[in-house]
């Protein structure tokens, strides 16, 4: 397996410190870094992002999730690695990673080896780029942003983390409040709601006090 890039390294070992991680460089470095959750050791990560630990320590949770963010965040870095930086004026520093018609979307490296995302509107014959619109680390608003942009997706089909979060309650709401509901549109509507919730475009406590009856 490839190793990985060194800002995809600083980048998710810095987004694993924000949620209590920790990775300690040893001092030899022909060997792999060490991960530890508060003070329990879970095991080694190896140049590759595979993670070596021991079975029956009670750490497969721990292992799954890092795993599971290091899965997220290798395929932009692939297309950033290989992608070509901007020629335009006073945003070189950028790389496209995708156009389609007068749309693009692009993304720079900070100096904490995350990737910020942008998308701009090209400007007539293509010889610069205008109408910015910034999303930091947010790869998922950048991409849905790019496709309504181009047109690829209807803006009139897209929702707002705030409409998807009123739309779950009122969902909720019936589900609990309406006793005319058949199985039919019960089934459907209890569909819905666990489709919403797999947005995580909802708060913690919301999902939690919320459950529907059908």
């Given at each position: 397996?490839?190793?990985?890039?060194?800002?995809l390294y600083r980048a998710f070992?810095?987004?694993v410190h924000k949620l209590g991680y920790t990775v300690v460089e040893p001092e030899n470095k022909d060997q792999p870094a060490e991960l530890f959750?508060?003070?329990q050791y879970i095991g080694f990560l190896l140049p590759n992002g595979a993670i070596y630990y021991k079975t029956g320590m009670g750490v497969e949770k721990e292992v799954h999730r890092l795993t599971d963010i290091l899965l997220?965040?290798?395929?932009?870095?692939a297309l950033y690695a290989y992608a070509a930086y901007l020629p335009f004026k006073g945003v070189e520093k950028y790389k496209m990673l995708c156009e389609f018609g007068d749309s693009?979307?692009?993304a720079r490296l900070d100096d904490d080896g995350e990737l910020q995302f942008v998308t701009w509107l090209y400007d007539y014959g293509h010889e610069g780029v205008r109408h910015t619109r910034y999303f930091d680390t947010d790869l998922a608003a950048a991409k849905q942003d790019f496709a309504v942009r181009c047109g690829l997706v209807d803006e009139k089909r897209v929702f707002s983390d705030k409409e998807l979060a009123a739309l779950y309650d009122a969902c909720v709401y019936r589900g609990k409040n309406d006793e005319t509901?058949?199985?039919?549109?019960?089934?459907l509507?209890?569909?819905l709601?666990?489709?919403?919730?797999?947005?995580?475009?909802?708060?913690?406590e919301q999902e939690s006090e919320n459950e529907l009856e059908v």
């Open positions: 397996m490839k190793e990985l890039s060194e800002p070992t810095g987004r959750k508060d003070d997220e965040m290798k395929p932009p870095y693009l979307l692009a509901l058949i199985c039919d549109s019960g089934k509507l209890q569909g709601v666990e489709k919403l919730e797999s947005l995580d475009c909802l708060e913690p």
